[in-house]
């Protein structure tokens, strides 16, 4: 079956740290995987994507590559801003009409 | 461009009741997946509807339906309420032929079951 499994939090970090946010996945066929961010009180934005094994998907300097060998798609950052705190939900899609999402990790930058 | 519209924002309703949630997808886009998210959880797959016709289906019982619109409008209907339906009703659109490129969610509606 599907399925995603996300690096329990809370995540608090200082700003300008360096954030990992690990996530692998079990998936039949060949998924697209995928990066969401909801802020407190809102919906779910597309923060970054990668359709097949090896590309990086990147976006407001977050990035994260599909590693079909580790089944992994990590969530990474350079530099932390205080801008950045919210949750971060890993998710796959094979089929194309249904997402599977993670449990989702809380960040927290604090000044 | 507007983005996904969801109505109303809050609601509170009793156990046993219906309800109706409404959506309306971003502008071209015609296909409409509901999902549900509880508290401090993942959105779960509740069902997609393309073309007016439902086009997936997640594990929820049939008091979970739905409906969408010629104009690719949505409606999410949930009979006798439970108090574990409480949680974030999150609407998303997206162009049937770019499914795996993301969707646009909504804002969502939060439902609280007393």
């Known amino acids: 079956g599907n399925s995603v499994t996300q690096m329990e939090g809370p995540v608090t970090l200082s700003e300008e740290a360096f954030l990992t946010i690990n996530c692998t996945y079990t998936a039949t066929g060949y998924p697209s995987l995928f990066w969401y961010v909801q802020y407190p009180g809102e919906g779910l934005q597309l923060l970054l994507k990668?359709?097949?094994?090896?590309d990086k998907g990147s976006n407001k300097g977050f990035e994260a590559t599909y590693r079909k060998e580790t089944t992994s798609f990590h969530l990474e950052k350079g530099s932390v801003q205080v801008s950045d705190s919210a949750v971060y939900f890993c998710?796959?899609?094979?089929?194309?009409?249904?997402?599977?999402f993670g449990t989702g990790t809380s960040l927290t930058v604090i000044p | 461009e507007t983005g996904v519209t969801q109505s109303p924002t809050h609601l509170i309703k009793t156990r046993g009741q219906q309800v109706t949630l409404r959506c309306s997808s971003q502008s071209g886009h015609n296909t409409v997946s509901w999902y549900q998210q509880a508290l401090g959880q993942g959105p779960q797959f509740i069902f997609q509807?393309?073309?007016?016709?439902?086009?997936g289906r997640g594990n929820f019982p049939p008091r979970f339906s739905g409906l969408q619109f010629p104009n690719y409008s949505s409606e999410l209907n949930v009979n006798a309420l439970e108090l574990d339906d409480s949680a974030l009703y999150l609407c998303a659109s997206s162009l049937a032929a770019y499914l795996n490129y993301g969707y646009t969610f909504g804002s969502g509606t939060r439902l609280t079951v007393v």
């Open positions: 509807y393309y073309r007016e016709e439902e086009n």
């Open positions: 990668a359709t097949k094994a090896d």
């Open positions: 998710a796959l899609s094979s089929t194309g009409n249904q997402f599977y």
